[in-house]
């Protein structure tokens, strides 16, 4: 299971195994057991077909792996090892549901037993079904409650079901038993920073990058950079998502922090190198290309941003492609054609304070007050407090 829980010593070693049914009476497995004397031999030969399933899977010959275990299966439907191994092959074959039941069976014969619970809590995790794999994970700490493997997935688990109290208790029992252990440090660095903590997660992700300065994972560069993007403190994210590119001059991630912290410092024209590198990549990318739409219309180049709003609505609608259309009208002093296109997008999404911004100010610019005071109230009749509308409204009673 590569990082996961290695198998029980009497496997590895070449034991004999435990909890294994023997039925004399079937006579050989596929013809490589002949007919059975004794138990013991019949044991023997299942423990070696097991272990070589083991083998085989470690291997990536998932196939010849369940040739193993299901010849062990004909003999003895209820062998623990065999039903494991089917569940773990069906797992490293994508199919969750089928590993769910061999874990389910194995567990209604073998109740407690940690290989199938440890795979049974990662196939519900696989299916995004976050709440059964803690509580089987739960089962498992009940008889190894110092797994820091487990651990880490349970806090994993809770983060990702956004139970932020129970995921923090957990990583930081992690951190105690022991204190640079990577899942828990960058688990906390991801559960600070869905929960908007950016100067806790950046703690964390710093305390990363000083565990290994000189070859750090490049998710932990594009991770601090993001900290300081969303702190707004563009100029060091625009250091570390530099560092990030110097690895992976394609690092979708990286040249998207660049192309928003220059955008947040006004810098719009060097924003566009990195939104049209990302284009270079991945031409039909319709935020990327309205944003670029955006950077376009901020440096006073209408028609690159009229085109570059268009090829984003030609993969499909978009309210923001659409408000930036209509920007460039108004700019350009073709208010009807601005006031109808905002007219439509506020009948879409009446809630968004920006479109009747926008609207107001076409009639503003039209020098009809009173009819930009009518669009902001219609706003403010919803029982919605904004500071920028209230602002608006100010300006048009002063």
């Given at each position: 299971?590569g990082?996961?829980?290695?198998?029980?010593?009497?496997?590895?070693?070449?034991?004999?195994?435990?909890?294994t049914?023997?039925?004399?009476?079937?006579?050989?497995?596929g013809?490589s057991?002949?007919?059975?004397?004794?138990?013991?031999?019949e044991?023997?030969?299942?423990?070696?077909?097991?272990?070589?399933g083991?083998?085989?899977?470690?291997?990536?010959?998932?196939?010849?792996?369940?040739?193993?275990?299901?010849?062990?299966?004909s003999?003895?439907?209820?062998?623990?090892?065999?039903?494991?191994g089917m569940?773990?092959?069906?797992?490293?074959?994508?199919?969750f549901?089928d590993?769910v039941?061999y874990?389910?069976?194995?567990?209604?014969?073998?109740?407690?037993?940690?290989?199938?619970?440890?795979?049974?809590a990662?196939?519900?995790?696989a299916l995004?079904?976050?709440?059964k794999a803690?509580?089987?994970?739960?089962?498992?700490?009940q008889?190894d409650?110092k797994n820091i493997?487990v651990l880490?997935?349970?806090a994993?688990?809770?983060?990702?079901?956004r139970d932020?109290?129970?995921?923090?208790?957990?990583?930081?029992?992690?951190?105690?038993?022991?204190?640079?252990?990577?899942?828990?440090i960058i688990?906390?660095?991801?559960?600070?920073?869905?929960?908007?903590?950016?100067?806790?997660?950046?703690f964390?992700?710093?305390k990363?990058?000083?565990?290994?300065?000189?070859?750090?994972?490049?998710?932990?560069?594009?991770?601090?950079g993001?900290?300081?993007?969303?702190?707004?403190?563009?100029?060091?994210?625009?250091?570390?998502?530099?560092?990030?590119l110097?690895?992976?001059?394609?690092?979708?991630y990286?040249?998207?922090g660049?192309?928003d912290?220059y955008?947040?410092?006004n810098?719009?024209h060097r924003?566009l190198?990195?939104?049209?590198?990302?284009?270079?990549?991945?031409?039909?990318?319709?935020?990327i290309l309205t944003?670029a739409?955006d950077?376009y219309?901020?440096?006073?180049?209408?028609?690159?941003?009229?085109?570059?709003?268009?090829?984003?609505?030609?993969?499909?609608?978009?309210?923001?492609?659409?408000?930036?259309?209509?920007?460039?009208?108004?700019?350009?002093s073709?208010y009807?054609e601005?006031?109808?296109?905002?007219?439509?997008?506020?009948q879409q999404?009446p809630?968004?304070?920006?479109?009747?911004?926008?609207?107001?100010?076409?009639?503003?610019?039209?020098?009809?007050r009173?009819?930009a005071?009518?669009?902001?109230?219609?706003?403010?009749?919803q029982?919605?407090?904004?500071t920028?509308?209230l602002?608006?409204?100010?300006k048009?009673k002063?």
């Amino acid at each position: 299971m590569g990082d996961e829980l290695e198998r029980n010593s009497d496997l590895e070693s070449g034991g004999k195994l435990p909890n294994t049914r023997v039925n004399p009476g079937l006579g050989g497995i596929g013809g490589s057991l002949g007919v059975v004397e004794n138990e013991d031999q019949e044991i023997e030969e299942i423990s070696e077909l097991s272990k070589r399933g083991y083998q085989l899977l470690k291997e990536d010959r998932v196939a010849d792996a369940v040739d193993c275990f299901n010849k062990i299966l004909s003999v003895d439907d209820n062998n623990n090892y065999a039903l494991v191994g089917m569940g773990d092959a069906s797992r490293k074959r994508g199919n969750f549901r089928d590993a769910v039941n061999y874990y389910q069976r194995c567990l209604a014969c073998h109740p407690g037993n940690n290989y199938a619970l440890f795979g049974l809590a990662d196939c519900y995790k696989a299916l995004n079904q976050y709440h059964k794999a803690i509580e089987i994970w739960e089962q498992y700490l009940q008889h190894d409650d110092k797994n820091i493997t487990v651990l880490t997935r349970v806090a994993d688990a809770y983060r990702k079901v956004r139970d932020f109290k129970h995921s923090k208790t957990i990583y930081l029992q992690v951190l105690e038993m022991e204190a640079w252990n990577p899942y828990a440090i960058i688990g906390l660095g991801h559960l600070h920073y869905d929960f908007k903590e950016y100067r806790d997660a950046l703690f964390y992700w710093e305390k990363m990058l000083e565990s290994n300065k000189d070859n750090v994972d490049i998710r932990v560069l594009t991770s601090i950079g993001n900290c300081h993007r969303k702190l707004k403190t563009f100029e060091n994210g625009i250091d570390y998502f530099e560092k990030a590119l110097r690895r992976d001059p394609y690092n979708f991630y990286a040249l998207f922090g660049l192309a928003d912290c220059y955008r947040g410092m006004n810098q719009q024209h060097r924003s566009l190198e990195y939104w049209n590198r990302i284009l270079e990549q991945d031409p039909r990318n319709k935020v990327i290309l309205t944003r670029a739409g955006d950077a376009y219309r901020s440096i006073g180049d209408y028609d690159q941003a009229v085109d570059y709003y268009q090829r984003a609505l030609n993969i499909e609608f978009d309210t923001y492609a659409v408000l930036g259309l209509a920007i460039v009208a108004k700019a350009l002093s073709k208010y009807e054609e601005a006031i109808a296109s905002l007219r439509r997008l506020i009948q879409q999404d009446p809630k968004n304070y920006r479109l009747y911004l926008e609207l107001a100010d076409c009639f503003f610019r039209k020098s009809e007050r009173y009819k930009a005071l009518e669009v902001l109230e219609e706003f403010q009749k919803q029982g919605i407090r904004n500071t920028y509308i209230l602002d608006f409204i100010e300006k048009l009673k002063a």
